[in-house]
């Protein structure tokens, strides 16, 4: 049983580009939210995907946005990077017809996102 | 605005010690709050969970305890081992969002 996959595992970008990050869920699993982890702190609840609809955001700015695909996949795309949009992007995924209590949400291994 | 606390940023334990590290929250919506372990380089990994109707839940060497009129949770790491040395995050689950909020991180080293 695959766990959350993303990909690409590391990728350098100059400041103004942009970048899109990928991750297919947990078999099983139709709800997708992504996270930012900058460097020696927690992560940040960036948006949250069910339905191939965004249905809940963190406070980030309009240059982060999002898709999910019918397959449940989902990508993160940063538009206008900025240097402190390195980190680590981090996507979890879960099932919403647990309920918040039943749930248990699983985290990939990343993608490391270096801006210079 | 930090709705989760988590304390010590930094631990040192003994082999065959125990780690304690504490999270105290505010949000009364809360309602599930796990516990990740995160090694350098990797993503967060589910170490263990608890609902706020379970004061104590036990997993091998790794036991939350939670107080839910002092909106506080720790994790106690029984006879630690070098292999634990890593990085932990707890977190708490809002209710109606799905969302995960997470504490800063306690950097636990265990020495052999």
């Known amino acids: 049983d695959a766990g959350v996959t993303q990909s690409p595992t590391h990728l350098i970008k100059t400041r103004g580009q942009q970048v899109t990050l990928r991750c297919s869920p947990k078999?099983?699993?139709?709800?997708v939210s992504w996270y930012q982890q900058a460097l020696g702190q927690g992560p940040q609840f960036i948006f949250q995907y069910y339905e191939e609809e965004e249905r809940q955001r963190g406070n980030f700015p309009d240059r982060f946005s999002g898709h999910q695909f019918p397959n449940y996949s989902s990508e993160l795309n940063v538009n206008a990077l900025l240097l402190g949009d390195s980190a680590l992007y981090l996507c979890?995924?879960?099932?919403?017809?647990?309920?918040?209590?039943?749930?248990?949400?699983?985290f990939g291994e990343g993608s490391w996102l270096t801006v210079v | 605005q930090q709705q989760v606390k988590q304390s010590p940023q930094s631990l040192i334990v003994q082999k065959g010690g125990i780690s304690i590290i504490n999270c105290a929250y505010e949000n009364t919506a809360f309602d599930y709050f796990p516990w990740y372990q995160q090694f350098p380089g990797k993503g967060p990994a589910l170490l263990i969970a608890i609902r706020p109707d379970v004061s104590e839940k036990k997993e091998g060497r790794f036991t939350i305890s939670f107080n839910k009129s002092a909106k506080q949770f720790s994790l106690h790491i029984m006879d630690s081992q070098p292999g634990d040395s890593a990085t932990y995050f707890c977190?708490?689950?809002?209710?109606?969002?799905?969302?995960?909020?997470f504490g800063q991180g306690t950097t636990l080293q265990v020495k052999p």
């Open positions: 977190a708490a689950l809002e209710e109606h969002t799905g969302k995960l909020i």
């Open positions: 078999s099983g699993h139709d709800t």
């Open positions: 979890a995924s879960s099932l919403r017809s647990l309920g918040a209590t039943g749930n248990t949400i699983y």
